[in-house]
T-cell receptor
Framework: GAGVSQSPSNKVTEKGKDVELRCDPISGHTALYWYRQRLGQGLEFLIYFQGNSAPDKSGLPSDRFSAERTGESVSTLTIQRTQQEDSAVYLC????????????FGPGTRLTVL | GDSVTQMEGPVTLSEEAFLTINCTYTATGYPSLFWYVQYPGEGLQLLLKATKADDKGSNKGFEATYRKETTSFHLEKGSVQVSDSAVYFCALSRGGSQGNLIFGKGTKLSVKP
């Protein structure tokens, strides 16, 4: 079956521009996560969606970052007024039920802010 | 706050050598513990996991035992292969409403023939 997909795979933008990153989770997975991986660093949690519950936004680094999810399907991570420190690989993961289930990761979107 | 510390790399081994990558954690309660692997040019994938103390996760010849007394989850393999070259991440999840994974910084393993 299809895994988690993300688009675009690469994004180069200029400082100050807004970007949107998309994640398509595995069909039927109720939980969806966004992480960020900066060069030489581990993965940082950004935001977590579980079903119809309010998302856990505790990992978002600033109010320039926001994310939405349509039902139990596609999610979009938006970064407004991008800064050079936003350059990273943004990873999306989904799991079938909840946080103790295995999270399946997408290939990531590499964002470069010039 | 909760955290994961793993040994820094890179680690370079010869084929058939024994591998240990140390991982320790700090967490409240009883987290689940994971090892993820990222092969060159590929996405992150689960290697093994353990959900309670004394559980042993195993996969592809790799093993890790959840040690609550030492708050550790060290990854071991008896005989590594060139194809094991990858970056390995230790992670924990507290579950419940705090379901996100907390990752270590990753350890790059290179296995030479």
């Amino acid at each position: 079956g299809a895994g988690v997909s993300q688009s675009p795979s690469n994004k180069v933008t200029e400082k100050g521009k807004d970007v949107e990153l998309r994640c398509d989770p595995i069909s039927g997975h109720t939980a969806l996560y966004w992480y960020r991986q900066r060069l030489g660093q581990g993965l940082e949690f950004l935001i977590y969606f579980q079903g119809n519950s309010a998302p856990d936004k505790s990992g978002l680094p600033s109010d320039r970052f926001s994310a939405e999810r349509t039902g139990e399907s596609v999610s979009t991570l938006t970064i407004q007024r991008t800064q050079q420190e936003d350059s990273a690989v943004y990873l999306c993961a989904s799991s079938s039920d909840g946080p103790t289930d295995t999270q399946y990761f997408g290939p990531g979107t590499r964002l470069t802010v010039l | 706050g909760d955290s994961v510390t793993q040994m820094e790399g890179p680690v370079t081994l010869s084929e058939e050598a024994f591998l240990t990558i140390n991982c320790t954690y700090t967490a409240t309660g009883y987290p689940s513990l994971f090892w993820y692997v990222q092969y060159p040019g590929e996405g992150l994938q689960l290697l093994l996991k353990a959900t309670k103390a004394d559980d042993k996760g195993s996969n592809k010849g790799f093993e890790a035992t959840y040690r609550k007394e030492t708050t550790s989850f060290h990854l071991e393999k008896g005989s590594v292969q060139v194809s094991d070259s990858a970056v390995y991440f230790c992670a924990l999840s507290r579950g419940g409403s705090q379901g996100n994974l907390i990752f270590g910084k990753g350890t790059k393993l290179s296995v030479k023939p």
